[in-house]
T-cell receptor
Framework: AQKVTQAQTEISVVEKEDVTLDCVYE???????LFWYKQPPSGELVFLIR??????QNEISGRYSWNFQKSTSSFNFTITASQVVDSAVYFC??????????FGRGTSLIVHP | EAGVVQSPRYKIIEKKQPVAFWCNPI?????LYWYRQNLGQGPELLIR????????DSQLPKDRFSAERLKGVDSTLKIQPAELGDSAVYLC???????????FGPGTRLTVL
């Protein structure tokens, strides 16, 4: 069975602070894919990144960066210089060999002006 | 390119009534997913289609839930009869293939009274 844990239920920061959202996963598969999605108050999940298990390179996209470490089964997400528009619930997800997607419970990020 | 379309956006029904949700995936996407998202939780897979075939429906409560994807394009999820515990957001997503990025629709918020 696979599992995704997002231990941080809610994070509150002030604008321009950096913030890291943690994601720890469990799987027995050697080939799997990890994802991050953003769910703003409007409700629609927005895709942010997809990473396969063979690519441990960190990725940066503007103010967003991701740190994938297989040794600790983690795929953490950092927002640099947070903005109010970053306020949302962020989900980490895993798809392995069963093709069944597993989502974490999400981390609610609140960015105060 | 149009995204995933879902209707209705909101539905309020009395318990024991039937309800149906409709989803039109992104054109060309072979894989279609139905999820249920309870308040404060991540999406949970109900059923996955590869073209018109339901390849994973282990989480679908088959006594009251049914789904179909005739012709391998749009899909309908039905609940009959609805129970109070069915109140949730029902999300549809599609991807080109099973391990590819999923793109989500806006969801249908169901309230059962």
């Amino acid at each position: 069975a696979q599992k995704v844990t997002q231990a941080q239920t809610e994070i509150s920061v002030v604008e321009k602070e950096d913030v890291t959202l943690d994601c720890v996963y469990e799987t027995r598969d050697t080939t799997y894919y990890l994802f991050w999605y953003k769910q703003p108050p409007s409700g629609e999940l927005v895709f942010l990144i997809r990473r396969n298990s063979f690519d441990e390179q960190n990725e940066i996209s503007g103010r967003y960066s991701w740190n994938f470490q297989k040794s600790t089964s983690s795929f953490n997400f950092t927002i640099t210089a947070s903005q109010v528009v970053d306020s949302a619930v962020y989900f980490c997800a895993l798809i392995g060999g069963s093709y069944i997607p597993t989502f974490g419970r999400g981390t609610s990020l609140i960015v105060h002006p | 390119e149009a995204g995933v379309v879902q209707s209705p956006r909101y539905k309020i029904i009395e318990k024991k009534q039937p309800v149906a949700f409709w989803c039109n995936p992104i054109s060309g996407h072979n894989t279609l997913y139905w999820y249920r998202q309870n308040l404060g939780q991540g999406p949970e897979l109900l059923i996955r289609y590869e073209n018109e075939e339901a390849v994973d429906d282990s989480q679908l409560p088959k006594d009251r839930f049914s789904a179909e994807r005739l012709k391998g394009v749009d899909s309908t999820l039905k609940i009959q009869p609805a129970e109070l515990g069915d109140s949730a957001v029902y999300l549809c997503a599609s991807s080109l293939l099973a391990l590819d990025t999923q793109y989500f629709g806006p969801g249908t918020r169901l309230t059962v009274l």
